[in-house]
């Protein structure tokens, strides 16, 4: 079974404050590539500026890492931009992420 995480995934390829969105990853048996929404994702290893992936079909780069605890996932936090959040982890991201729905 594939491994899977929530993630945080901000499009870098028109701004630095892109559209985002949390939602659930596959990674790949080596950890070299990401899969998301039918698009799969490689490491720029470190030589990207403000992205850390790309898309392996059209080049597009993207910041993606773990949602933090607080929601402040953007690199630029002061933009206001909102983060959809993909409805089948919503639950899942806000009770085990955010501790938001704690008995």
């Known amino acids: ?5 929530i993630m945080y995934i901000e499009n870098k390829s028109s701004s630095l404050n892109g559209p985002a969105r949390i ?8 950890g070299k ?3 998301y929404e039918g698009r799969t994702f490689q490491s720029l ?3 990207g500026f403000k992205a850390n992936f790309f898309d ?3 080049g597009e780069r993207f910041w993606i890492s773990g949602p933090r605890k607080d929601g402040k996932d953007r690199l630029y936090a002061e933009s206001s931009a909102p983060v959809e959040i993909d409805p089948e982890v919503a639950e899942e991201y806000w009770r085990d ?3 938001k729905f704690s008995d």
């Open 1 to 5: 079974m594939p491994k899977t995480r």
């Open 23 to 30: 939602g659930r990853v596959t990674f790949s048996k080596t």
């Open 33 to 35: 590539s990401i899969s």
């Open 45 to 47: 290893k470190g030589s």
């Open 56 to 58: 392996v079909e059209t």
């Open 97 to 99: 992420i955010r501790g």
